[in-house]
């Protein structure tokens, strides 16, 4: 048989699998189905080796070719046959749409209709009632992912908006594949529940795929379609569309997104009626099937190429683009990558078009994710093995059944460090680093700490897991609710149940698993990683190392960790040199742990700018960052040039980002390639850039006084001893130091805070004081080295000028720092709160005037909100709209001339 025809052989049969009637053109019977498929169909010159019709008009062409032969260069011809028609010929549309290019094993399909139109490969033709479908519709898919919007409608991350946007321009290009990388732990799932309801509801998709690497992920991703609530309508996504996880091996045909794992999605394609639920729990990170021979898919009726419009795949091990790409390749759909750790194989699959790439690193810096630092315990026996010398008794295990028998020794018994947990188990190995662990579990790792954070222990396997979690309860004195075993051979509890109680509650401290919670599954209050075991797949730790990113508001974190406050970072307890190996992409930004952070902040002020001190600089500001309320945010915004500690943090890690620095240099030096040397000086210049917020000694000194105000040495070690107890006789002199302190604070501080130089330097009928600027007076005051705070000032004056002090401040307000400030300043011989104040010279005011009782009552109330905020300004009626309204309605146009007076009098 010659190849053309064997090719045509090929192509009737793949034509009749998907329904289509395939006849010869002397032999031809439209009415014999809906959709027929004529060999040799004569057109005004020459013929089409097949012209597709349905319901008797003609849709389409196929142009066969030998096995073999390239297609691209003969697209010209299929494109001639769909325009050159008889005129008597019946067609859907003029040029046919729908042209394929086959040799029967390999197809190449365009839709004329789609916009800039390209040829795609296709696993096999179209089912006939797809094409019907598609007929209907005014626009082609692509054409409609033309005209998505940008995307700014909801509460997502700038992270995740980009992630979005670049999907989208990807669309519009109509790439074919596209891959977002972005850290763990920031949000991509939602991402793709986000990105998914838009593409259902902008783009008409039929139906999504998302697949994840394991059953008990998709479970966690059914939760999130699930909790989702749409921007625009205001319903959880599922509540209008259908949402199916593949329990068994059947699409519900009414769903839109179908979720399931590679290993279902391949029985089902072999047309296999079960699939054992057991199969989708291991991950495929720590199986061998990069070592397997890609699978075999066959053309499924049942499931047509068509079925699905789009396909996630969910950090997926990377065997999914070798051993299972032909499973991915089978339909005829745009594939989304999702992934934290993206290795060759994702780069190459998804055609080097990464539309998103969002590192650990930068992520850290937008308090998306917490950093982490590593602290290494090394045994004798971790890293050498150990002998056992002839005549000692040892007991031998069947590493099945755990059956323990006593045997001695005839010959010295050596072993080897890689050995260790394997054929030989050395307790005093595991008990030596738990109880290491423990020791130095609230001195060195967790410093100042009570409770025992959440932990996760990485096991070899299930045996050496078992191990570990009796010697944890051992060691801690703990019962069987503070250490659990997780693993796909845990029973008693569902596995699932366990993670919810890990991530949930009190309980368990300690959870100990082999790669059951190793990759994507969500423990935000996780704080603690131990590797007991070594890893060799670089993408396959940087997803282990995932589990501790996640941040966690601090509400629900102490909910679960009674004694913490917020979540700053994550520690690796580092057994076995996990960390030493040079796999991982992710580094701890902290590089100078030794050096202080008054060091670091006094050494980039003096131009010490390498790498380490940067990046470990970039490190304590994220962390920094998270003990902050929003009055300390916006003082140091204030100083460092409109620029939050956030951006900061940023911008310290932009300036050491080489693909930034490249940028820098084309456009510093107008060059597409600029050399070494000029790369340098452009990095020097973004360095500088970066650190001009350090120049300025008042920002250093703002970060030092809040830092040294948040933080507290907890002594654990000193005993104490009762030197005396009584009444302090010394009260006056504290008091006298308490004034002489204040005095001192706004004498140092009076060219440098603005409420200062307004009081200190303007004339008394003409200061204009704002609430921020007494806020900003009374925080700085607050700092060490002052440690004031106005009651603490107030009750100083009490007690040593009781005839000059009115009232004690008893309601605390924030304005009354004004009155001492006067009072210490000499201007007022009395110290009085500053409501009383207020209130002298608002009845003063009054005296002078005629107005109504309600004007009155109204005016009371703009009093009220002076004595609180110092004066009134037309953005603080805005925020009172009907206290406004009232205030137009009494006074009509004289209204603001009044408010204006009012802050003169009252608020100079």
């Not at 990105?195 to 902008?202: H, V």
Request: glycine content about 4%.
């Amino acid at each position: 048989m010659k190849p053309e025809a064997r090719a045509r052989q090929i192509i009737d049969e793949l034509l009749t699998n998907v329904g289509w009637h395939v006849q010869d053109y002397d032999q031809i019977n439209l009415g014999a189905g809906l959709a027929i498929a004529v060999r040799e169909y004569t057109l005004k010159s020459g013929f089409a080796d097949y012209l597709l019709f349905i319901n008797r008009k003609a849709v389409g062409v196929i142009e066969a070719k030998p096995v073999g032969q390239t297609l691209s260069g003969v697209e010209i011809q299929s494109d001639k046959y769909s325009f050159n028609l008889p005129k008597t010929l019946a067609c859907h549309q003029k040029p046919l749409p729908f042209i394929y290019e086959s040799t029967g094993k390999e197809t190449y399909f365009r839709d004329a209709r789609d916009p800039d139109y390209r040829s795609r490969r296709v696993f096999a033709f179209h089912k006939p009632e797809t094409l019907q479908e598609w007929l209907r519709e005014p626009d082609t898919l692509r054409g409609r992912l033309q005209q998505l919007p940008e995307i700014d409608t909801e509460d997502l991350r700038d992270c995740q908006k980009e992630a979005i946007s670049g999907l989208f321009n990807s669309f519009k290009e109509n790439r074919p594949r596209a891959l977002i990388q972005m850290a763990t732990g920031v949000g991509k799932t939602y991402t793709a529940v986000s990105f998914i309801y838009w593409l259902i509801k902008l783009a008409g998709a039929k139906r999504v795929l998302f697949l994840v690497d394991r059953k008990n992920l998709g479970e966690q991703t059914e939760k999130e379609f699930q909790q989702y609530v749409t921007p625009d309508d205001g319903r959880k996504f599922t509540e209008l569309y259908n949402v199916q996880l593949l329990r068994s091996n059947t699409i519900d045909p009414v769903n839109k997104v179908c979720i399931t794992t590679i290993q279902r999605l391949y029985s089902m394609l072999r047309g296999e009626a079960e699939f054992e639920a057991e199969s989708e729990e291991e991950s495929l990170f720590d199986g061998n099937e990069e070592n397997q021979q890609p699978k075999d898919v066959v053309y499924n009726s049942k499931i047509p190429l068509e079925t699905f419009d789009f396909i996630i795949t969910d950090e997926c091990h990377r065997s999914i683009y070798n051993v299972w790409r032909q499973v991915l390749e089978y339909f005829d759909a745009f594939i989304i990558g999702l992934t934290a750790t993206p290795s060759l194989q994702t780069f190459g699959f998804f055609n080097q078009n990464l539309v998103m790439e969002y590192p650990h690193e930068r992520a850290v810096a937008d308090g998306v994710n917490v950093g982490y630092e590593v602290y290494r315990i090394r045994t004798q026996i971790t890293e050498q093995g150990s002998t056992i010398q002839a005549g000692f008794y040892i007991d031998t295990r069947n590493r099945q059944t755990r059956a323990v028998r006593w045997q001695q020794l005839d010959e010295d018994l050596s072993y080897p460090a890689k050995e260790l947990d394997r054929s030989v188990v050395a307790l005093d190995q595991i008990r030596t680093v738990i109880r290491t662990f423990k020791e130095r579990l609230f001195t060195e790792i967790f410093p100042g700490r009570t409770e025992v954070p959440k932990t996760l222990i990485f096991a070899k396997d299930d045996s050496h897991a078992e191990d570990i979690v009796r010697i944890v309860r051992e060691e801690f004195g703990k019962g069987n609710e503070f250490c659990k075993k997780i693993t796909y051979r845990t029973t008693g509890e569902k596995t699932e149940d366990l993670i919810a109680s890990f991530r949930n509650s009190y309980n368990p401290r300690i959870a100990v698993t082999v790669d059951m919670i190793s990759t994507g599954t969500d423990i935000k209050p996780l704080e603690c990683l131990i590797f007991l075991r070594d890893v060799k797949s670089r993408i396959y730790f940087e997803q282990m190392k995932g589990r501790g990113t996640r941040t966690i508001n601090s509400t629900d974190f102490q909910g679960v960790t009674p004694d913490a406050e917020v979540k700053e970072q994550f520690v690796i307890v580092d057994v076995v040199g996990v960390c030493e190996s040079d796999k991982t992409d992710s580094r701890p930004l902290e590089r100078k742990r030794s050096v202080p952070f008054d060091a670091l902040l006094q050494s980039v002020a003096t131009d010490v700018r390498d790498e380490d001190t940067l990046m470990s600089l970039a490190g304590r500001l994220a962390k920094f960052d998270k003990k902050l309320n929003a009055d300390e945010r916006t003082e140091l915004k204030s100083v460092a040039g409109a620029k939050s500690i956030q951006q900061i943090t940023r911008d310290l890690l932009d300036a050491l980002d080489p693909d930034i620095q490249i940028e820098q240099a084309v456009k510093q030096f107008q060059t597409a390639k600029p050399t070494k040397a000029q790369q340098q000086q452009a990095a020097e210049v973004l360095i500088n850039q970066a650190c001009q917020p350090f120049d300025n000694p008042q920002f250093r000194n703002l970060l030092k006084e809040i830092k040294s105000k948040n933080e507290q040495i907890i002594d654990t070690v000193t005993q104490d001893l009762i030197l005396s107890a009584g009444f302090d006789i010394s009260a006056r002199d504290k008091a006298m130091a308490t004034v002489e302190t204040f005095r001192q604070c706004l004498e140092a501080k009076k060219d440098e805070i603005t409420a200062l130089q307004i009081l200190y330097n303007q004339p008394y009928g003409q200061r204009r004081l704002t609430y921020e600027q007494i806020k900003q007076l009374a925080n700085a005051l607050e700092r060490p080295p002052c440690n004031l705070t106005p009651e603490k000032v107030w009750q100083a004056y009490a007690q040593l000028e009781a005839d000059k002090v009115r009232g004690a401040g008893v309601q605390k307000l924030l304005t009354d720092i004004i009155s001492l400030v006067r009072f210490a300043m000499g201007e007022t011989e009395t110290l009085e709160p500053y409501s009383v104040t207020i209130e002298e010279k608002f009845q003063q005011w009054l005296m002078g005037k005629t107005f109504t009782s309600e004007q009155v009552s109204w005016l009371e109330k703009i009093k009220q909100h002076i004595i609180t905020s110092v004066r009134i300004d037309v953005e603080d009626l805005q925020e009172m709209p009907q206290e406004a309204f009232k205030g137009y309605q009494l006074f009509g146009n004289d209204l603001m001339d009044i408010l204006d007076e009012l802050n003169e009098v009252l608020a100079a």
